[in-house]
């Protein structure tokens, strides 16, 4: 950490930047190799590989200085790839054996070569202890007992002078929670370690490499060589050297060995065993094998001691707000005034109040109205409906000291629909805290700007204020079921509301229209009476003035009449009278049109329609041009005759086509009677285009327009 020297004020916050997974350097304890991957052919390396290997070790072969065929190996174990280890075959070297495993490292194969342990352990043995272990941390009754077992296992395993279980906080201090150590230490159980401690990459490399050793904290680091591969990646590398900052921190504790192992629980890191030595003391791969599979079984049943509390935390929630919830409605005041004591069990607080409108209502211990008002204010500042928690209000509001005694934390949940805010209140747990040595005097600056460590660890003591008992994620979410409960009642008071509101308008509207209807019917039975009227007398009219131009004209008259009468019909029979079926109404048309122009025409006219909704104004439009387009048909394309005349309604995505065709004489001319320009008007308004095509032989009529009015 060089660049640490040119700090004004080093602190250890600047360890959180040291690249401690590149030191460019290994214990010397072992020897390290560093083979291209493809090649296998030895690039880099660390340690005393001269005595080892001799003079040409660099460039060799991997699989030639280890004896095995490392190729064949690395295909056989799948679990090679990129952050993988295998366990390579001992060789033998200098009088020596060695344990080798290989790491991937990007484009390289790192091999290590450690010193085996003189008394292995055997496989049978090992077996039968960790299955016993594992049978007392299951029978352990909750977690202390739990960590306490495990560290007397740790330390049988590993032969260290102090093992301690170290447990990770919220602001990620640690706090010694389980200890085994030699009667003439002192003990650190229960003391607290602060964040500092332990940087924020190191908890991160420890995630990777769960287990890491330092046989001897007075070691010498065999540098890599050549030394541009100093920053090649280490962290999967149990030889690794560490931060000389770290090394004196253990020097600082009286440490002469150290190991440490991961309790890694869902893939984040829960807390270490930590196991210190006072004088040097290796661990093994034997060893550091059997302790990682002891955390991996550690870490299971830890997580197996906190889904079980809290599974039976949420139980007993549930249970309370199953007896609350029903009582739980609208208004609030009402609600908590009833229930109040239930909901101060329910979390564990030492009093309850509602903020509202007309004012505050307090239960419990809780402190006044001015205190209280100042944290409604404070939290409709924050602008957010969604719970509140702290166990530390005055580190968000700071005049909260003020009242810190009967309100250190706080549980808040605002209900909008009623502009209230539902508060829990717990008083001030004094509580005073055992560290390691003083947690404020983490750095000393000396004369040279070099950063060291804290150098003492003697207890020190600190008394903290201002804080309550924590709440529990389980307590949280229990208090947002509730605010969904009290929206729901809230909601359910609104529908109902607005039910009632809803029947009264329509027993009204009912009533109306039942007058409406009796109305109707007697406008229906006049318009008919005149329409058939009129229909009648232009029917007279026809037959009077015989075959001709005039008879022509009264017949369309009367189709055109027809048209509006079954539109009339049509809108007061359905119920729907702002949209129609258009085929339906064209078929109708049709039938009226059938019935005015004989028996002659009637047999010879056919529709073939596509049934689509339609505004009413648009189908009464369409069935005023379907009927000219008939009457048409009639008197061009069969001079003096009858023949066929073929009616089709089609659909295109959001536009109709209407097709009137005949088998006649075709296009015999331009038309410019009453009747074209009717169509040409009606066309315009529903800004549609009529065409006429070659029927071969005969004549069709296109229609085409959009279903609905298109907007301008």
Same mark, same amino acid.
Request: hydrophobic share 40%.
């Given at each position: 950490m060089a660049s640490l020297n040119e700090r004004a004020a080093p602190d250890l916050t600047a360890c959180d930047r040291e690249p401690i997974h590149i030191p460019g350097a290994i214990q010397p304890r072992g020897l390290l190799l560093v083979a291209d991957h493809a090649s296998l052919a030895v690039e880099a390396g660390a340690g005393s590989l001269e005595s080892a290997f001799g003079p040409g070790w660099l460039g060799a072969s991997l699989s030639e200085l280890l004896a095995q065929d490392v190729s064949a190996l690395l295909q056989s174990v799948p679990s090679a790839g990129p952050g993988g280890s295998v366990r390579g075959a001992s060789v033998e070297m200098a009088g020596q054996t060695f344990d080798v495993t290989l790491h991937r490292t990007g484009d390289h194969l790192v091999v290590e070569l450690e010193p085996a342990s003189e008394h292995p352990l055997l496989a049978g043995e090992m077996l039968g202890w960790m299955d016993a272990i594992a049978a007392g941390f299951e029978r352990a009754p909750n977690l202390r007992t739990l960590c306490a077992r495990a560290a007397i296992a740790f330390r049988t395993l590993t032969g260290f002078?102090?093992?301690?279980?170290?447990?990770?906080?919220?602001?990620?201090?640690?706090?010694?929670?389980?200890?085994?150590?030699?009667?003439?230490?002192?003990?650190?159980?229960?003391?607290?370690?602060?964040?500092?401690?332990?940087?924020?990459?190191?908890?991160?490399?420890?995630?990777?490499?769960? +287990?890491?050793?330092?046989?001897?904290? /007075?070691?010498?680091?065999?540098?890599? &060589?050549? #030394? *541009?591969?100093?920053? $090649? =990646?280490?962290?999967?590398?149990?030889?690794?050297?560490?931060?000389?900052?770290?090394?004196?921190?253990?020097?600082?504790?009286?440490?002469?060995?150290?190991?440490?192992?991961?309790? +890694?629980?869902?893939?984040?890191?829960? /807390?270490?065993?930590?196991?210190?030595? &006072?004088? #040097? *003391?290796?661990?093994? $791969? =034997?060893v550091r094998l059997a302790a990682l599979a002891l955390a991996g079984g550690l870490a299971r049943q830890i997580r197996a001691r906190e889904e079980a509390d809290s599974y039976r935390e949420r139980l007993s929630l549930r249970a309370a707000e199953d007896s609350l919830v029903p009582a739980f409605k609208p208004p609030l005041t009402s609600a908590v005034a009833s229930r109040h004591d239930d909901l101060q069990r329910m979390m564990d607080s030492d009093g309850v109040a509602v903020i509202h409108p007309g004012g505050i209502d307090r239960y419990g211990h809780c402190p006044d109205d001015a205190a209280i008002a100042s944290i409604g204010n404070w939290l409709a500042e924050r602008n957010t409906t969604d719970a509140f928690v702290t166990h530390h209000l005055a580190g968000h509001l700071r005049e909260a000291a003020e009242f810190a005694e009967k309100a250190s934390g706080v549980m808040a949940l605002p209900v909008p629909e009623e502009q209230s805010i539902l508060l829990w209140f717990r008083a001030e747990q004094v509580e005073e805290i055992e560290w390691a040595g003083n947690p404020h005097k983490g750095v000393q600056h000396n004369p040279d700007a070099i950063l060291t460590p804290r150098t003492s660890f003697e207890t020190w003591r600190e008394t903290v204020r201002c804080r309550s008992r924590r709440w529990t994620l389980e307590q949280t979410e229990s208090a947002h079921r509730l605010r969904r409960a009290l929206r729901a009642a809230n909601e359910a008071r609104e529908r109902q509301r607005l039910f009632r509101e809803l029947e009264r308008a329509v027993t009204e509207k009912d009533l109306a229209l039942a007058q409406k209807d009796v109305l109707m019917k007697e406008v229906d039975h006049r318009v008919q009476n005149s329409l058939q009227l009129v229909s009648a007398f232009l029917s007279l009219q026809a037959r009077e003035a015989g075959p001709g131009p005039v008879a022509d004209q009264l017949i369309e008259a009367r189709s055109r009449l027809s048209s509006v009468a079954l539109v009339h019909r049509r809108l007061y029979r359905d119920d729907q009278i702002e949209t129609i079926d258009l085929a339906r109404y064209l078929e109708e048309l049709v039938g009226d049109l059938k019935g005015s122009l004989g028996e002659e025409w009637s047999s010879q006219m056919t529709a073939d329609l596509t049934p689509m909704l339609i505004p009413t104004d648009r189908a009464v439009s369409v069935g005023l041009i379907a009927s000219e387009l008939v009457i048409n048909a009639t008197k061009y394309a069969y001079p003096g005759g009858t023949g066929p005349?073929?009616?089709?309604?089609?659909?295109?995505?959001?536009?109709?086509?209407?097709?009137?065709?005949?088998?006649?004489?075709?296009?015999?001319?331009?038309?410019?009677?009453?009747?074209?320009?009717?169509?040409?008007?009606?066309?315009?308004?529903?800004?549609?285009?009529?065409?006429?095509?070659?029927?071969?032989?005969?004549?069709?009529?296109?229609?085409?327009?959009?279903?609905?009015?298109?907007?301008?």
């Amino acid at each position: 950490m060089a660049s640490l020297n040119e700090r004004a004020a080093p602190d250890l916050t600047a360890c959180d930047r040291e690249p401690i997974h590149i030191p460019g350097a290994i214990q010397p304890r072992g020897l390290l190799l560093v083979a291209d991957h493809a090649s296998l052919a030895v690039e880099a390396g660390a340690g005393s590989l001269e005595s080892a290997f001799g003079p040409g070790w660099l460039g060799a072969s991997l699989s030639e200085l280890l004896a095995q065929d490392v190729s064949a190996l690395l295909q056989s174990v799948p679990s090679a790839g990129p952050g993988g280890s295998v366990r390579g075959a001992s060789v033998e070297m200098a009088g020596q054996t060695f344990d080798v495993t290989l790491h991937r490292t990007g484009d390289h194969l790192v091999v290590e070569l450690e010193p085996a342990s003189e008394h292995p352990l055997l496989a049978g043995e090992m077996l039968g202890w960790m299955d016993a272990i594992a049978a007392g941390f299951e029978r352990a009754p909750n977690l202390r007992t739990l960590c306490a077992r495990a560290a007397i296992a740790f330390r049988t395993l590993t032969g260290f002078d102090r093992v301690m279980v170290y447990r990770f906080l919220d602001d990620d201090a640690g706090r010694v929670v389980g200890e085994a150590r030699d009667e003439s230490l002192d003990s650190f159980m229960h003391h607290h370690f602060p964040a500092a401690d332990i940087p924020r990459q190191a908890r991160a490399l420890y995630v990777q490499n769960r +287990v890491r050793v330092i046989p001897d904290v /007075g070691y010498e680091p065999a540098p890599l &060589r050549p #030394a *541009r591969y100093e920053s $090649l =990646d280490l962290s999967d590398v149990s030889l690794r050297s560490v931060s000389p900052i770290h090394l004196q921190y253990l020097r600082n504790m009286d440490v002469g060995a150290s190991a440490s192992i991961s309790i +890694v629980k869902d893939g984040i890191l829960w /807390g270490l065993i930590a196991c210190h030595h &006072r004088t #040097a *003391r290796a661990m093994p $791969l =034997d060893v550091r094998l059997a302790a990682l599979a002891l955390a991996g079984g550690l870490a299971r049943q830890i997580r197996a001691r906190e889904e079980a509390d809290s599974y039976r935390e949420r139980l007993s929630l549930r249970a309370a707000e199953d007896s609350l919830v029903p009582a739980f409605k609208p208004p609030l005041t009402s609600a908590v005034a009833s229930r109040h004591d239930d909901l101060q069990r329910m979390m564990d607080s030492d009093g309850v109040a509602v903020i509202h409108p007309g004012g505050i209502d307090r239960y419990g211990h809780c402190p006044d109205d001015a205190a209280i008002a100042s944290i409604g204010n404070w939290l409709a500042e924050r602008n957010t409906t969604d719970a509140f928690v702290t166990h530390h209000l005055a580190g968000h509001l700071r005049e909260a000291a003020e009242f810190a005694e009967k309100a250190s934390g706080v549980m808040a949940l605002p209900v909008p629909e009623e502009q209230s805010i539902l508060l829990w209140f717990r008083a001030e747990q004094v509580e005073e805290i055992e560290w390691a040595g003083n947690p404020h005097k983490g750095v000393q600056h000396n004369p040279d700007a070099i950063l060291t460590p804290r150098t003492s660890f003697e207890t020190w003591r600190e008394t903290v204020r201002c804080r309550s008992r924590r709440w529990t994620l389980e307590q949280t979410e229990s208090a947002h079921r509730l605010r969904r409960a009290l929206r729901a009642a809230n909601e359910a008071r609104e529908r109902q509301r607005l039910f009632r509101e809803l029947e009264r308008a329509v027993t009204e509207k009912d009533l109306a229209l039942a007058q409406k209807d009796v109305l109707m019917k007697e406008v229906d039975h006049r318009v008919q009476n005149s329409l058939q009227l009129v229909s009648a007398f232009l029917s007279l009219q026809a037959r009077e003035a015989g075959p001709g131009p005039v008879a022509d004209q009264l017949i369309e008259a009367r189709s055109r009449l027809s048209s509006v009468a079954l539109v009339h019909r049509r809108l007061y029979r359905d119920d729907q009278i702002e949209t129609i079926d258009l085929a339906r109404y064209l078929e109708e048309l049709v039938g009226d049109l059938k019935g005015s122009l004989g028996e002659e025409w009637s047999s010879q006219m056919t529709a073939d329609l596509t049934p689509m909704l339609i505004p009413t104004d648009r189908a009464v439009s369409v069935g005023l041009i379907a009927s000219e387009l008939v009457i048409n048909a009639t008197k061009y394309a069969y001079p003096g005759g009858t023949g066929p005349i073929d009616i089709a309604l089609e659909q295109h995505r959001n536009r109709f086509r209407l097709i009137v065709a005949d088998h006649g004489v075709g296009i015999t001319g331009e038309r410019s009677g009453f009747g074209s320009r009717m169509m040409q008007a009606v066309m315009a308004r529903l800004n549609g285009t009529l065409d006429h095509a070659e029927n071969s032989p005969g004549l069709r009529a296109i229609l085409t327009a959009p279903i609905e009015d298109e907007p301008r």
